[in-house]
């Protein structure tokens, strides 16, 4: 497996555009995550799916904020309209479920927002 | 869910082992401990987990004392490449899904 798949690595975008960031869970996951990753705050949990289904969004910072996973291999997080302060690393992360714990997820490469 | 502090940075060189500890008082009988490696402009990445004394993989060995209240990654013989932020996340089987991430310990590895 290709692992988790994240587009773009790198967007530049003006105030007030909407944004939309892309990715691709490892196949057999049922959980996905989508982070924000700054210096300021660190990285910070958005939502997450199982099963497709958002279980808890309250880390979405506000309405101009959604996330969808129309399937179990795509999802998306979308910023409308995008302001300068959006400006971050955004990272998703899959992982799968058994037993008991926490097994590991897996994180791709990032994609890095700039809103100017 | 169970509130971690590790320090915040660490300096070492290369060939020591390196051992950063992880507080976390009100653990909970549930819970597991994970620790996870984020190298610059990458997603973090797992380590090692466990719930009570010693667990080894082939990179890093991780100690849980009895009473569970801390534990400690160790990371035999750094090297340069092992310069990353670490984190220690704690939680149970519905609070770790939502793989919440502290501040992290910078670890520094210099020559």
């Known amino acids: 497996d290709a692992g988790v798949i994240q587009s773009p690595r790198h967007e530049v975008t003006e105030m007030g555009q909407e944004v939309t960031l892309r990715c691709k869970p490892i196949s057999g996951h049922d959980y996905l995550f989508w982070y924000r990753q700054t210096m300021m705050r660190g990285l910070e949990l958005l939502i997450y799916?199982?099963?497709?289904?958002?279980i808890d969004d309250s880390g979405m910072p506000e309405d101009r904020f959604s996330a969808k996973m129309p399937n179990a291999s795509f999802s998306t997080l979308k910023i409308q309209p995008s302001e300068p302060r959006d400006s971050a690393v955004y990272f998703c992360a899959s992982r799968y479920e058994w037993g008991r714990g926490h097994t590991e997820a897996f994180f791709g490469q990032g994609t890095r927002l700039t809103v100017v | 869910l169970a509130k971690t502090t590790q320090p915040i940075s660490m300096d070492s060189y290369e060939g020591q082992e390196v051992n950063i500890t992880c507080s976390h008082n009100?653990?909970?009988?549930?819970?597991?401990i994970t620790w996870y490696q984020q190298f610059p402009s990458q997603g973090p990445r797992f380590i090692i987990q466990?719930?009570?004394t010693k667990v080894t993989n082939e990179v890093a060995s991780l100690f849980i004392p009895a009473d569970r209240k801390s534990s400690t990654l160790s990371l035999p013989r750094v090297s340069l490449s092992d310069t990353a932020v670490y984190y220690c996340?704690?939680?149970?089987?519905?609070?770790?899904?939502?793989?919440?991430f502290g501040s992290g310990t910078r670890l520094l590895v210099r020559p």
């Open positions: 799916f199982n099963n497709n289904v958002p």
């Open positions: 009100n653990i909970a009988t549930n819970d597991y």
């Open positions: 996340l704690v939680g149970d089987r519905d609070s770790s899904y939502k793989l919440i």
């Open positions: 466990g719930y009570k």
